[in-house]
């Protein structure tokens, strides 16, 4: 069965710490972990979670107690994993656009490292030479991903090096004598076709024998997990078939390790954002209900479009009406237009789903409102991991000045 939270522990968890609260379901994060060791079991293969979706360091340790290894996107996820525990040997550090002074801080610190810029690849030959090994990140120049701005693998992305200089950066590596550890591409997010995985693989394997000291291929993340109802997560088990198929079958990649870098498919579904309801407004155009939160919060429906499945957990036998979510901020800030809904009423509690990968990571306190708590629950016990901001966070980095008046 698939762990999920009942309404009545979600109405719980909102009673005892109050709302908005981010609540994170652990023992659903297991059960997608337990799905990709399973899906991969016949391969030699490490999960970095991608830490940027969500870096409570709670969570990280969870994360790390049930045997993930960890991939950062900034120097200081690197000091988050390290602090929650990740032994340095299974944190990686997957950057972009840089500067080589986080490389060589990251390098210090011991952990795995991709670089994804020529200009800092050779700036790391220069300080380096042989003595440490690195990965390079590559644009292998595939269109994939739910949507352009989320897609990061394409011919006009910012990320990686792009495939086609291969002798720019042959060039570099021998003039250093870099010692290339792995090979890393990741082409987006929201990804539910595993072919798009088999052509990243072929990309690179076209290029393995340049690289004979290589360890790892490093496929990055991007697996679908479904956001709508009728939508389909990825088939891990299909990817994990086509991907063991590919490696055994190249002489030179049977022996390498296998790397992926699952943000969304880890903590996304684990993920729930209670909210209740300031207001209702009638117009001609549509019902607003107006929530206690709003992209402050959880930004990716206006961001990115995102679909949010949103339930009114308060009154599961109400009729249902089409309703208008938006927020209390002072921006347009609309989480679902028009959206069948049982009944709702001034105070109800809604619950915007799959919110645990970049929700509160993307929050802010735009308005000057506080980031919402955030609350953990493995089995039955619900612990707070994170207070509610509270007056003084926001002020606390500000340096006052005397005011002009006397
Ligand atoms: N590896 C690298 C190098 C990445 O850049 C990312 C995501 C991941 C792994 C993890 O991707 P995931 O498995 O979570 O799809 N904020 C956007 C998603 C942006 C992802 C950025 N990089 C969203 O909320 O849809």
Redo the contacts with the bound molecule.
């Keep these: 069965m698939s762990e999920q939270l009942t309404p009545q522990q979600l109405i719980a968890a909102a009673k005892e710490f109050g709302t908005p609260l981010y609540v994170y379901h652990a023992d659903k994060i297991k059960e997608q972990y337990g799905k990709l060791t399973t899906a991969f079991s016949g391969s030699n293969v490490r999960f970095f979670y ?1 830490c ?2 969500l870096t409570n360091v709670n969570v990280l340790r969870y994360i790390e107690s049930i045997g993930a290894c960890i ?1 950062c ?1 900034a120097i200081n996820e690197v000091k988050l994993a390290l602090y929650a525990g990740f032994p340095a040997e299974r944190v990686l550090y ?1 950057s972009n656009g840089i500067a080589f002074d986080e490389i060589a801080e990251a390098k210090e610190l011991g952990v795995n490292i991709n670089i994804d810029s020529l200009s800092n690849l050779e700036k790391f030959g220069k300080a380096y030479g042989h003595t440490y090994p690195v990965g390079i990140r590559l644009r292998p120049n595939i269109m994939a991903g739910g949507n352009l701005k ?1 897609s ?1 693998g394409h011919d006009k992305s910012k990320f990686g090096i792009p495939v086609e200089q291969l002798d720019k950066i042959l060039t570099v590596v021998k003039q250093y004598d870099i010692f290339i550890a792995d090979l890393h591409i ?1 082409t987006g ?2 990804i539910k076709d595993a072919d798009v995985f088999v052509k990243g693989i072929e990309v690179l394997f076209d290029i393995i024998p340049h690289f004979p000291e290589l360890k790892s291929v490093d496929l ?4 679908k997990v479904p956001y709508k109802e009728g939508d389909e997560e990825i088939d891990i088990n299909l990817l994990g078939r086509k991907v063991k198929e590919a490696f055994d079958s190249h002489p030179q990649a049977k022996n390498l390790e296998i790397w992926f ?5 880890l903590v996304s579904a684990c993920g729930y954002l209670l909210t209740q309801v300031n207001v209702l407004k009638e117009t001609k155009a549509t019902t607003f209900a107006s929530v206690n939160s709003g992209f402050n919060h959880l930004i ?1 429906p206006m961001f ?1 479009d ?1 679909y949010h499945r949103i339930q009114n957990i308060s009154n599961p036998d109400g009729a249902e009406k089409n309703y208008s979510i938006v927020g209390n901020i002072c921006e347009t800030d609309t989480f679902a237009w028009d959206r069948p809904m049982n009944e709702i009423r001034e105070g109800d509690y809604l619950v915007f789903y799959n919110a645990g ?2 929700g509160f990571e ?1 929050s802010s306190n735009f308005n000057s409102r506080f980031k919402p708590a955030e609350v953990m629950v493995k089995g039955e016990v619900m612990s707070l991991i994170r207070r509610r901001d509270v007056m003084e966070d926001l002020l606390r980095n500000v340096v006052e000045q005397e005011s002009e008046r006397d």
């Design positions: 991608a940027k979706a991939d996107s997957t989320i990061t990741h997010s929201d990055g993340g991007g697996f870098e699952p943000g969304k498919f990716r990115y995102a990968a970049y993307m």
